[in-house]
């Protein structure tokens, strides 16, 4: 494998800080040691264990629940029941409400009726988890299985089984639809239309540290501390609150170190809230540790949907109009964030197109929850529209790469309104279509013959071009959607005696490298030493009310507030010091661990001096206040948009449909970089599970028992270390005019494309069998069917024998 | 060091304990466990160990690897009780005095982890890997590697850090003899994924 950096980066400016340069990790070293501090390394004294007994079934009413047996075993302490939870709980809230759905009954334990397999139905709290566990056994709970459905257009027919009955007539929660202009005229008047419908396959983020949470009550106090393993911690504080009937100024919830979230950490689930209902009726810490089984089936799922894309073009090949009415599988319930909604944002991709319609079905179905995950909607619908202008392209008979290029958003449109209302801010999508070109050899490999290798595979390469939407437009745009959170993200900056500066942030630390990136942020703003700023992450009794670390938006919203803070602070500073130095403020300057005179560089003062100064109050100007803190907010003026194009190479066995990427190549631009090795690392990542999704993970579930088949690690595929394709990376740098310093979000890129560029890359390759790819994961199995559905539909003899299939497994 | 007082964080009062004595870091430790905890529960609740991780109790992430008698184990598929006469190695031996190993170093050099819930399984089957001697290729560290799962880095900065770590510092040779130990002990037999079982890991 290889990996290229051709870093291109236009005309950057140099820089004396530490933005733009990739030091070492804050994080690193206690991680490396092993000292972290995720939520089951939360040991209180006296802690007590909680397990959950779950629903078998995907739909059934829960009939009888005997607890008897299981209280009497030898260690168990405390059970909860559905009656318990109702008699003291408000349903569980959610944060990004689905627009126009009526709001879903939802309680911590399963009140008359399960949804889906693994809700929660009683939870038990024993000595250890063992023990726990062990009584789960005993509880007996009776339950009257009920009709089912667990195909998402099933879901949708008149005779499905309707999953909540009491406010909805059937599973269609709701409609939400967007565009401009008239599409459908469009469609009427162009040369050229191409359609088709495409399946996405519901998949998991997956985080290799499961949910966890260690609640702690103080009854005297009315203190509950809660240490949790989230993304959000300021809103599941929020949502505790709401649940449990508390006052938020009774909730202090903790994320120290989060062990991977994209996602699916977004805010409280029913065992945040059962861990907590234990602790306060027992007065003593409960801990509880999903299980990876647990986490198969309770924690969210993503993605699955399926796309009715239409693209229609005029002869020459320019896009006239865009639509896409696609239904997204929600499950049994309606998560803290619910089914993704960004299919409709990005509607159109980096393409230019006046008219065009997205319309979201969000249906429900016996399934785990649908959450958020890592491209929220973003990869999906850019496998659609993707594998659709190479099909335009084909049915043309032009150039892909050309079509892209002609209908691109150009630098010069910039900023510019989609058809449901994105504002893009500015890029060259075009340069990075032409540097994936040129990497990856489109136009020799155009030129030559399409014949097979000597080892009789056919060689075939493939675009996907795409936008990634990072942070939120405003905070006008989240409340119109009813969001629970703002736009903006806030900073606490504080002094302290030793020279150093703190810095409180309710961003938690879940391998964003936000610590980082936020000291590098002070660092450069305020002029100390990176190694003297302190990130403190994840504690909402220490940090400002945040909204929390998603939708790419940390830095984007975090890097206004961090300067506004910084640069107060500086400014006071300059100010005490330079009266302590009988100068000027606008003549001394922070470098350092030390402010010091411009032209006088004898003249200078210890920072520690200087912040003792103004925490003690003695030896500050008349006038000036004692203290060294500031507190800052910051909201973006808009959203930013990254973007990119990759190319695969695939040699595809037109026989057995068995197929591997032999090159991929990204270009991308996350505007201004402010650490080079942490984006690379991001969208490495990224990329890794975009590879994963579009080739090998898929979670199955059995349309005749509504069973998850493949819920264990054993069953279910994310890419190990030998499953990856070679990547080459490249970069371009266009500063966003909409964010502070220029930068862009750059976490959910790499998940966007690997799925459209690897199957228009199979395509490419069986151009002459006619083989049209519409469904993810795509696998050699998938290949083969298609050679073979393409061989049944042109009645030649190009494809293989239908009968045996071949043994790639899992691609 | 000692059990915590309180029999609760071990399991009830009436569960019978297995004493074991096993060396762990190169400290002997006698301890008395319930005989259903592996030996990730062991490290974690009896000694607070907690760099070694658990994902899935199957045998199959490699969050938990350690390294026992010189070889990779996944150790929420090994006893506690399996430990005696044993010695195991954790990711909380590998910092020289107060700071950062040559392979931790490497790491933090390749930015070869992000949320770092996965690091100690991969620091863990590295250092194993060197007991075997010898200098393993690119290829051959992606393919040992293969059986801790990473979902943060997409894996190629892990290759490079062990890569270089070989390059420059690794220790070649044998693993440290256990102390008295019974070499012949056999070690839970690991289900692949591809469906076939092969030793630990």
Partial sequence: ?811 | MTAPPDTGAHGTAAEQLVEIVTTVNGQEVTERVPPRWHVADFLRRCLGLTGTHVGCEQGVCGMCTVVVDGEAVKSCLMLACQLDGRQVQTVESLAEDDRLGPLQHAFSEQHALQCGFCTPGFLMTATALAYQGGRPSREEIREEITGVLCRCTGYENVVSAIERWFAEDAPMGSAPLAAGGDADVDVLPVPDRAGGLRGAP
């Avoid at chain 1, 690193?28 to 079934?57: I, K, N, Q, S, W």
């Avoid at chain 1, 139905?121 to 007996?140: C, G, Y």
């Avoid at chain 1, 999906?380 to 099909?391: C, G, H, K, S, W």
Wanted: aromatic residues 6%; glycine residues 8%.
């Fill in chain 1, 1 to 811: 494998m290889t990996t290229t950096e051709r870093p291109a980066r236009p005309a950057a400016p140099q820089r004396a800080g530490v933005i733009g340069t990739s030091v070492p990790r804050k994080e690193d070293e206690r991680l490396l040691r092993g000292d972290g501090r995720f939520t089951d390394d939360v040991d209180p004294a006296r802690v007590l264990h909680m397990a959950v007994a779950r629903c078998p079934y995907p739909h059934a009413r829960v009939v009888r629940v005997d607890t008897d047996a299981a209280r009497r075993l030898d260690g168990v302490v405390h059970l909860l029941t559905g009656a318990d939870v109702r008699a003291a709980t408000e349903p569980l809230t959610v944060l990004r409400p689905v627009p126009g759905a009526p709001q879903l009954p939802y309680y911590a334990l399963a009140q008359d009726v399960a949804t889906h397999e693994g809700q929660a139905v009683v939870s038990v709290v024993a000595t250890s988890r063992h023990v726990a566990e062990d009584a789960l056994e005993l509880v007996e709970i009776e339950y009257e299985p009920l009709p089912h459905v667990v195909d998402v257009l099933a879901a949708l027919e008149p005779d499905a089984p309707v999953l909540h009955p009491s406010v909805l007539d059937s599973n269609l929660l709701a409609v939400n639809s967007d565009g401009s202009g008239d599409p459908e005229a469009r469609m009427r008047e162009a040369a050229v239309v191409v359609e088709g419908r495409f399946r996405i396959s519901r998949v998991t983020a997956l985080p290799m540290e499961t949910r966890a949470v260690v609640a702690e009550w103080r009854a005297g106090a009315r203190e509950l501390t809660v240490h949790c393993s989230t993304q959000v911690p300021h809103l599941v504080r929020k949502q505790l609150a709401e649940s449990l009937r508390l006052s938020e100024s009774q909730i202090r919830t903790v994320a120290s170190d989060v062990g991977g979230g994209f996602g699916l950490k977004l805010g409280v689930f029913p065992e945040d809230v059962l861990a907590c209902l234990h602790a306060m009726a027992l007065r003593r810490p409960v801990k509880w540790v999903e299980d990876r089984a647990e986490h198969f089936r309770a924690s969210t799922h993503a993605r699955e949907s399926v796309h009715d894309y239409r693209i229609a073009a005029d002869a020459d090949g320019r896009i006239l109009a865009m639509t896409d009415v696609y239904t997204t599988d929600i499950g049994g319930w309606n998560s803290p964030f619910g089914s993704a909604q960004l299919s409709s944002v990005v509607l159109n991709g980096p393409y230019r197109v006046a008219d065009g319609y997205a319309e979201r079905r969000v249906t429900l179905t016996n399934k785990t929850p649908v959450g958020a995950y890592r491209g929220y909607g973003q990869p999906e619908v850019n496998f659609a529209y993707e594998r659709l202008v190479d099909q335009l392209a084909r049915r043309l008979g032009v150039d892909p790469v050309e079509l892209r290029a002609k209908n691109m958003v150009a630098p010069q449109d910039m900023p510019w309104r989609n058809p449901t209302g994105a504002v893009y801010d500015s890029g060259d999508y075009e340069r990075c279509l032409r540097m994936a070109a040129d990497a990856i050899g489109w136009a020799e490999h155009r030129a030559a013959p399409h014949e097979p290798r000597p080892d009789g595979r056919l060689v075939g390469i493939g675009f996907s071009s795409f936008v990634e939407r990072t942070g939120y437009a405003s905070s006008r745009f989240l409340a119109r959607r009813g969001s629970q959170f703002g736009a903006h993200e806030s900073v606490t900056l504080r002094a302290n005696r030793s020279g150093g500066v703190d810095v409180h942030t309710g961003v938690s630390t879940m391998g964003q490298s936000s610590e980082t990136a936020f000291a590098q942020i002070v660092s450069e703003v305020f002029g100390i030493d990176y190694d003297q700023v302190a990130v403190h992450a994840g504690d909402t009794g220490a940090s400002p009310l945040n909204t929390g670390a998603f939708a790419s938006r940390t830095l984007i919203a975090a890097s206004g507030a961090l300067a506004a803070a910084a640069e107060e602070l500086a400014a006071k500073t300059r100010r005490i010091a330079a009266w302590r130095l009988d100068a000027e403020a606008a003549d001394v300057e922070i470098a350092g661990s030390v402010v010091r005179h411009r032209e006088r560089p004898d003249a200078q003062i210890p920072l520690a001096e200087v912040f003792n100064a103004a925490i003690t109050g003695q030896g500050i100007p008349p006038g000036e206040e004692p203290g060294m803190e500031s507190t800052s907010h910051f909201e973006p003026s808009d959203a930013a948009y990254s973007f990119g194009t990759a190319a695969a190479k695939v040699s595809v066995d037109p026989q057995t449909g068995e197929f591997d990427v032999e090159r991929f190549v990204l270009v991308h631009d996350g505007g201004t970089l402010v650490n080079p090795t942490v984006v690379e690392g991001q969208i490495r990542g990224g990329l890794a599970q975009g590879f994963g999704a579009a080739l090998m993970e898929e979670l199955r579930y059995d349309p005749d028992t509504g069973q998850l088949v493949n819920g264990s690690m054993m069953d279910y595929f994310p890419p190990t270390a030998a499953d990856l394709p070679p990547v080459e990376l490249l970069h371009t740098e266009v500063p966003s005019p909409v964010t502070p310093f220029g930068v862009r979000g750059v976490g959910e890129a790499g998940t966007i494309p690997p799925g459209a560029a690897v199957a228009n890359a199979i395509c490419d390759a069986l151009a002459d069998h006619g083989v049209e790819l519409d469904s993810l994961p795509i696998t050699p199995e998938t290949v083969w069917q298609a050679l073979s559905r393409a061989a049944a539909a042109n009645d030649d003899h190009l494809a293989p024998t239908p009968g045996d299939l071949p043994d790639g497994g899992p691609g």
